[in-house]
């Protein structure tokens, strides 16, 4: 399956697998975060140079659709990055034009970066609820009256790489302070990489990140491939009794703050050996751990997949830097806590005076997959859900609801799971 609307998919999938065994290769697409940031690059480059590797996500084909589109109103749907990446563009580029979303979208705040460009002297203003999509931009040059901005170090680390982009095109650049701890710090290390292949150069001193006015440069670009995308392989390796699997477009040095999946899985069984553009996913035969920590704060994205993984396993999970999950395409705390239970592992918040690593947004993954009948799981618009909990279908058949979620970030995962061994059958 590889339909690019969500609606032609059934609205229920129900997976099969004969055995616990896997072996195979899977040939990833670009990644989304890559891809998007190479998009917005480009454009404020204002000069057209090759991007080989581009991801085929929705995301990714509406942030390339928006970007050429001479419209009033811009429809960002679902697409979170693509909304923040936009809205900073959108404040600088001096369009006059509507930047709206999804009724999902329109519930996700956008206040921090709105109040931020506002600062600098864009004006924006919304549409409907305050600190809420839509966003009106009033169009026209405006003058930047500060190049000093404040934010705390907590905000969504798109917010902070909306801003650094634009930075360089800014007449007087842009002084960034941070206050606090830096939530996906990756995330930002990425984009000011990226920026530096494009020849905009940055300091960060303490926690401060400056830009000075200059220009990007044009250079042809290679996305590398996805490694939120091959965080599903993983727990799949995880849930087997044998694993040899390989997935092709992914390398050691990464840009990507997700590549860590391929050191913290080694505690859940899984052995990584990196090859010429690929690597091999292989299941360790020694026992497996009674109990499995880590702090997601630089790598939000890949919880949900370990806390189904852990579930699965019967490993108690000890979860941290979670802070982000209340916000992204759903509420994905609430939504694991409610599909988790279906299968009887529990998912709580953990005392505050526990032994785990930080003692904010604390949370325990405890008891194994227990499966009475075929297990139905929500979905909740949100492609993660879908992709974290499919491998659950190692242990035992699944039914995903609304499975055309996955076109938001990988269109093709189920057809690649078919490629594997997995049965998917409509319901």
């Known amino acids: 399956m590889t339909a690019l609307n969500r609606f032609d998919y059934p609205s229920k999938l129900e997976l099969h697998r004969k055995d616990r065994r896997i072996s195979g290769t899977v040939t990833l697409d670009g990644s989304k975060s890559i891809s998007n940031r190479a998009l917005i690059l480009r454009a404020l480059s204002g000069k057209d140079f090759p991007i080989t590797g ?21 429809n960002a749907g679902a697409a979170g990055t693509t909304f923040r990446f936009l809205t900073a563009f959108l404040a600088w580029s001096g369009k006059p034009c509507t930047l709206t979303g999804s009724e999902r979208m329109k519930q996700r705040p956008i206040g921090p970066l709105v109040a931020a460009l506002r600062t600098l002297g864009a004006r924006i203003e919304y549409l409907e609820n305050e600190g809420y999509p839509p966003l009106r931009f009033s169009g026209g040059q405006w003058e930047q009256v ?9 905000v969504s680390s798109q917010y902070l790489s909306a801003l650094l982009m634009i930075a360089p095109r800014l007449p007087m650049g842009l002084e960034l302070n941070l206050e606090g701890e830096l939530v996906s710090r990756p995330y930002l290390e990425m984009t000011l990489r990226m920026m530096g292949f494009f020849g905009v150069n940055h300091t960060w001193q303490g926690q401060t990140i400056t830009v000075e006015p200059q220009a990007y440069e044009a250079r042809p670009f290679q996305v590398e491939a996805d490694w939120s995308a091959a965080s599903y392989y993983y ?6 009794e044998h694993c040899n699997l390989k997935l ?25 050996e990196f090859g010429e553009n690929h690597i091999r996913l292989i299941k360790n035969s020694g026992p497996q751990p009674s109990e499995f920590e ?11 997949t370990v806390m189904a993984c852990c579930g699965g396993l019967g490993v108690t999970g ?28 529990r998912f709580n918040e953990a005392p505050r005076d526990s032994t785990l690593l930080a003692q904010e947004a604390n949370f325990i993954v405890e008891g194994r997959a227990r499966f009475w009948t075929t297990p ?52």
Request: a negative charge; proline letters at 4%; aromatic letters at 8%.
């Open 235 to 240: 727990s799949i390796a995880a849930l087997s």
């Open 248 to 272: 092709f477009g992914l390398h050691r040095e990464s840009l990507q703050g997700d590549a860590a999946i391929a050191q913290f899985m080694v505690k859940l069984g899984v052995h990584t």
């Open 294 to 304: 880590y702090d997601f704060i630089n790598c939000p994205d890949l919880a949900q």
């Open 318 to 345: 000890k979860f941290t830097g979670l802070q982000t999950l209340f916000i992204k395409e759903t509420d994905r705390i609430a939504a694991m806590q409610t599909e988790l239970k279906k299968i009887a592992v």
């Open 54 to 74: 581009l991801g085929t996500s929705k995301d990714v084909s509406t942030m390339q659709a928006l970007l050429a589109s001479q419209e009033e109103v811009l």
């Open 376 to 427: 139905e799981f929500a979905t909740y618009e949100d492609h993660r859900m879908a992709m974290a909990m499919a491998p659950l279908a190692m242990l035992h058949n699944i039914v995903i609801k609304d499975p055309g979620v996955v076109i938001k970030s990988y269109p093709a995962f189920w057809s690649d799971l078919e490629s594997l061994g997995f049965e998917t059958l409509p319901v």
């Open 146 to 154: 500060t190049r000093t901005l404040t934010l705390p170090a907590s």
